[in-house]
């Protein structure tokens, strides 16, 4: 057996509070967000390496491979399911089922956007839908405001419903060895809920008051949404292939395959079929678009990210601060839970969720001795990810979806501005955290 890495610092430095001083270095430079946050975390990695806190072989050991794994096989689904069409036809389907009535395409809208995101990742669909979305409410002229915001909304409370839907989901998940059934059983039940209040209150909000001439509703209604589907065989391809994968999540226990083989296998079974169809000139520029399309900043963001937290995790640092979460929550897992929730949507509103929550896992872990066992602290896991994934709707920098609605927002002459998505982000997701607050404390404590 080898023996636990000794970190052995240069200038005899003391390992806990220099690792800690590199990573809030790292978070400083992450939040000021002057320079890529790819690029501040592989540097922040190579120096707790060449200080000594840790050495080459034990940065690869900290690597959590199967999230790297399972966000890069999800992304090149995404990346050749888009090719077909499919996103914009179930964005155009959505809004004509509602026969074009304003108030009825922000709820179909939400549904869509919450359904796609739970089933591939929050990103990719806001990527997918806002466009579309955009053209729709120009055509309506209606206030773009309400309908973007609303998809921010329900694309982060979607994603929270399973393992794939949101990146701290898909750490938690490799960390803590959570399947996909273990979200779906114990998240989604209260995700559906959360869902439903927000549409209503968007609803109460903006819903009601939105009218659109019988004109420009015969212009959306007119809109060709099976046009929007450019590849028939990419499609079906895609939809057999991505059900496949899905199917193998619920399964994969069963299987015995873990969730990175699974995304990983159905991306190569999907770029296979693509791959056959198209002529040979055609071949090697398709496979190098998409993985082109794979967000490597975020990749290596997280490389970078995972061997900053374990160099901390091997100074000791987090052991300590767990023994402090058990000392100010007195053994108590409700009230464990509780802080864990708050802070975790506090925290997330303001700062980036995949650091925050790639640095709580380990605390968690070296926390579960003393509420029992690492059977008892399963409830911590859904605390983290409820409070992480929905505290980011609070501010227009609290999610990657966030930015990157706002970002095509901007690129289509709209401003969201962030005090007036405050004002309206900060009380819905403060409902959306005292029902999750409710729904752990009936469920679990």
């Known amino acids: ?161 399973t393992l794939i839907g949101d990146p701290p989901n898909i750490l938690i998940g490799s960390s803590a060895g959570l399947n996909f059934n273990a979200f779906l059983m114990n998240l989604t039940p209260v995700v559906v809920l959360i869902l439903a209040v927000q549409m209503l209150m968007v609803h109460a909000i903006w819903g009601r008051k939105l009218t659109a001439t019988p004109e420009s509703r015969a212009l959306v209604m007119g809109m060709n949404a099976p046009g929007m589907i450019t590849d028939r065989v990419l499609l079906w391809q895609s939809v057999v292939v991505i059900g496949a994968t899905l199917a193998a999540f619920i399964f994969g226990a069963s299987l015995r395959l873990e969730p990175a083989t699974i995304a990983l296998a159905g991306a190569a079974v999907l770029m296979l079929f693509d791959h056959w169809r198209q002529e040979r000139p055609k071949q090697a520029a398709n496979v190098h678009s998409t993985f082109a399309d794979v967000e490597w900043s975020t990749i290596f963001f997280l490389v970078g990210l995972f061997v900053l937290v374990h160099a901390v995790e091997v100074s000791g640092l987090l052991g300590l601060l767990a023994r402090r979460l058990v000392a100010l929550t007195g053994d108590n897992v409700a009230a464990a839970g509780a802080l864990i929730l708050w802070a975790s949507a506090a925290l997330s509103a303001f700062l980036d969720n995949i650091p925050f929550v790639a640095t709580m896992i380990p605390l968690i872990k070296d926390a579960a001795p003393a509420y029992g066992s690492t059977d008892h602290i399963e409830p911590l896991w859904w605390c983290l990810a409820l409070g992480a994934c929905l505290g980011g709707n609070a501010t227009l920098i609290g999610s990657a979806s966030n930015l990157t609605v706002a970002g095509i927002a901007e690129r289509n002459g709209i401003r969201l501005s962030f005090m007036r998505y405050l004002a309206y982000g900060l009380p819905l997701t403060f409902v959306s955290i005292a029902i999750c607050q409710l729904y752990v404390w009936l469920r679990y404590f």
């Not at 992450?30 to 790819?38: C, H, K, Y």
């Not at 890069?72 to 996103?87: E, H, K, P």
């Not at 549904?111 to 955009?134: I, Q, Y």
């Open 1 to 161: 057996m080898t023996p636990p890495f000794t970190p052995r610092l240069i200038f005899g430095l003391d390992p806990m509070w220099t690792s800690a001083a590199i990573l809030a270095l790292i978070y400083t430079l992450v939040i000021a967000g002057r320079v890529n946050r790819a690029i501040v975390a592989l540097i922040g990695a190579v120096i707790v390496i060449a200080v000594g806190a840790l050495d080459q072989n034990e940065a690869i050991a900290g690597i959590n491979w199967d999230t790297i794994g399972l966000l890069t096989g999800m992304m090149i689904l995404v990346s050749i399911a888009r090719r077909s069409g499919l996103f914009q036809f179930l964005a155009i389907w959505s809004a004509q089922r509602a026969n074009a009535r304003p108030a009825g395409i922000l709820i179909m809208l939400q549904l869509t956007t919450a359904v796609l995101s739970a089933l591939l990742n929050n990103v990719s669909t806001v990527l997918l839908v806002a466009p579309v979305t955009l053209a729709i409410v120009e055509e309506l002229d209606l206030p773009a405001f309400a309908f973007l915001l609303a998809e921010i909304f329900a694309s982060n409370i979607g994603g929270t419903a």
